[in-house]
C-alpha cells in the first residue's frame, strides 16, 4: 500500500505543486497515513494468529522497517524529480527565462 501511494502521489505533487515544500508535505502525509495504516492491518494479523502472519511475535521486523523507510526516501526522490521535470518543461518553452537566469549569473 505505501509503495502505491508513492507511485500515484509522489511525482505528480512534484509536478503540478510549485512550492517543494508543500509537494513533500503533502507527499509525507500521504505516505504516512497509508504507512500506519497498513502496519495497523499488518500488527492486527499477527495479533489474531491466523496461518500466515505477517510478522512474528519472537523477532522484531526489522526488514519491513528498512523496506518501508527506502520507500518513503524513493518517494522524496520522485518529487524532486517531478520539479525537475517541471523546471526543464518551463525552460525548454520560454527561452527568455534561461537568457535572463545566464545574465543573472554572469
Known amino acids: ?3 502505491v501511494v508513492t507511485v500515484l502521489t509522489a511525482f505528480p505533487l512534484g509536478y503540478f505543486v510549485r512550492s517543494r515544500l508543500a509537494a513533500n508535505t503533502t507527499y509525507a502525509v500521504a505516505y504516512l497515513w497509508a504507512f500506519i495504516y497498513q502496519t495497523l492491518y499488518l500488527t492486527l494479523d499477527t495479533i489474531n494468529q491466523s ?14 522497517g528498512l523496506v518501508a523507510s527506502s520507500i518513503f ?3 522524496f526522490g520522485l518529487v524532486a ?6 523546471d526543464r518543461r518551463i525552460a525548454r518553452s520560454e527561452p527568455s527565462a534561461v537568457n ?7
Open 51 to 64: 496461518n500466515d502472519p505477517a510478522f512474528t511475535p519472537e523477532k522484531f521486523p526489522l526488514a519491513y
Open 73 to 75: 526516501g524513493a518517494g
Open 81 to 86: 524529480l517531478g520539479h525537475f521535470v517541471r
Open 100 to 106: 535572463r537566469y545566464e545574465e543573472a549569473a554572469s
Open 1 to 3: 500500500m505505501i509503495a
